[in-house]
């Protein structure tokens, strides 16, 4: 298991990088050109005059010096409370849960249906290298790869949900009808890129000593690939899913625009458009909060997969 003073050391860091983060954000919005009083207000259709702007700074503190606005927020951010959202009038709190489940979903569905793509397709293009069935997978995860996800989305909204009719062009978030082109899309570029992975940590492990030891006592291929190989090329995986997991549910701006899917990255997309300084900051905190989250989950799941990091006591 993680050593417990290891665990307090990463805590730690994760507090001290949410600090920097709070800080750098809530710095650029203040820099940002632009008025958010007065998009606010024309947001809902008002012309503000000035002495409407300047009563509404105020009531918002936002006529504050700078280092007195963060740490009022600061502080605020510290009981729970991120604010409330200048262009919705909801807490942002409430607004990412709102956002949330939607959005993890859809991050959930587009990792299993990358890892059900990938490592098979992974595994069958190592064991059968420089054949024609790994020529063909390699030259698929390519084109994957190379294709932009925006167009491969207007692609199967064009055909599955224009032409064919099987799915909604707009998604809510609700049925699984309803997330399967978002989902396909980004699982797209996600399994042509974890099909290389696999098929590269898997060409690794087959040319190592064990694996010719185990030939030779005469261990079945199968046995050898998911008994022994496959362990042991799942720690590299491991860091890239739970990467691409953090990156799914800090929100897939692009494609939850072209689906208009009710998730975190099309709200980031309206606040940036509206000038929500405290949506905007609550957003970003969150996504940083994911990623390192993740990274210290999968950190402890190494020493869970691999006995070698297990038996040190450390990840």
Request: net charge positive; with cysteine.
């Amino acid at each position: 298991m993680i050593s417990r003073n290891l665990l307090v050391s990463r805590i730690l860091q994760i507090v001290i990088v949410l600090f920097g983060v709070s800080f750098i954000t809530f710095l650029l919005t203040y820099l940002a050109p632009g008025d958010p009083v007065t998009a606010m207000y024309e947001a809902v259709g008002i012309v503000p005059t000035d002495e409407m702007v300047a009563t509404a700074k105020s009531q918002m503190g936002l006529d504050q010096p700078f280092l007195v606005q963060y740490f009022i927020w600061l502080s605020n951010c510290l009981r729970g409370d991120l604010g409330t959202s200048f262009s919705q009038h909801l807490t942002v709190i409430d607004l990412l849960k709102k956002n949330l489940g939607a959005t993890l979903k859809l991050a959930f569905l587009s990792l299993f249906l990358t890892i059900l793509t990938a490592v098979p397709l992974g595994i069958i293009s190592a064991v059968r290298q420089d054949k024609l069935s790994d020529y063909f997978i390699r030259s698929l995860s390519f084109i994957g790869i190379s294709l932009p996800g925006f167009w491969i989305g207007l692609m199967l909204l064009y055909v599955f949900a224009y032409k064919l009719n099987l799915v909604p062009v707009i998604s809510s978030g609700g049925g699984l009808e309803k997330m399967i082109l978002p989902a396909v899309t980004l699982a797209i570029a996600m399994s042509s890129k974890y099909t290389r992975q696999v098929r590269t940590a898997f060409l690794e492990e087959l040319s190592h000593d064990y694996v010719i030891g185990a030939r030779t006592r005469g261990v079945s291929e199968a046995r050898i690939l998911w008994r022994h190989i496959l362990p042991n090329a799942m720690l590299p995986l491991i860091t890239l899913l739970g990467l691409s997991l953090g990156s799914l549910l800090g929100g897939t701006v692009v494609v939850e625009m072209i689906f208009s899917y009710p998730g975190l990255g099309k709200l980031a997309v309206e606040a940036v458009s509206a000038r929500d300084y405290p949506l905007i900051q609550g957003i970003v905190l969150w996504i940083a909060l994911i990623y390192m989250l993740i990274n210290l989950a999968v950190d402890i799941s190494y020493s869970y997969i691999d006995p070698r990091i297990r038996k040190k006591g450390a990840v």
